[in-house]
């Protein structure tokens, strides 16, 4: 079985997407600023199907956590923000578990993607996510409020960071509604770029005891 990571951009005083974010605005007024160091990169620009890009560490690093995902699970409100702009190619290309209240049908999309509404919660979704992934693993895609849930049920183990030198000072923040009791992440890798460092974290209990 595989493990649950999430790859998530975020300013500097940890806001992962910006205000209103929503169908007019999918990241958020002024988010886009938050990924703009991966749209040159070969790997981003061969899953929108462009060619040519960047290469060297950061396109490394993404073409690694693009690989390693099986199936995908995401919140509505991606969802329903993500829908257009991902048009009739999603980038996913696997399964994709979204977390609603909505019943609705599978939704089948080209190069591998098909959508499946899960109304039983997070955790159904995620064991769905298990099954379909199978020794692959499981890509938590987001929002803010579903990474939440994963965290404090302890369901995430690997977290990456692409933390940008930017305060956003409004929007969706990350490690919002996280309960009071101490939680110490352990870090496994640091690269830093000129735009954007990254930070790859394990999660508590997936460190060994000493």
């Known amino acids: 079985m595989g493990e649950v990571i999430a790859r998530l951009a975020m300013s500097l005083d940890g806001y992962i997407a910006g205000p ?51 199936a995908v699970v995401m919140g509505h409100g991606m969802y329903i923000t993500g829908e257009i702009p991902w048009g009739e190619e999603p980038p996913f ?52 409020d579903l990474v939440q849930q994963f965290i404090r049920a302890g369901w995430l183990d690997e977290l990456l960071l692409h933390v940008v030198p930017v305060l956003a000072c409004g929007g969706r923040r990350l490690f919002d509604d996280l ?16 735009e954007v460092t990254h930070i790859r974290l394990r999660a508590p209990h997936t460190v060994p005891a000493q």
């Open 179 to 194: 309960g009071d009791q101490h939680i110490e992440w352990q870090k496994t890798q640091v690269l830093d770029s000129p």
């Open 20 to 70: 209103e974010s929503g169908r007019e605005h999918p990241l958020g007024i002024g988010g886009e600023r938050l990924h703009s160091w991966v749209f040159g990169l070969r790997t981003f620009r061969q899953m929108q199907g462009m060619p040519g890009g960047e290469t060297g560490p950061d396109d490394d690093l993404l073409a690694e956590h693009v690989a390693r995902p099986g």
């Open 93 to 144: 290309h696997a399964p994709v578990y979204v977390v609603t209240h909505h019943a609705r049908e599978a939704l089948v999309k080209k190069c591998g993607t098909t959508f499946h509404f899960v109304t039983e919660g997070p955790g159904r979704a995620l064991e769905l996510a298990r099954e379909a992934a199978g020794a692959k693993d499981v890509s938590l895609a987001g929002g803010a």
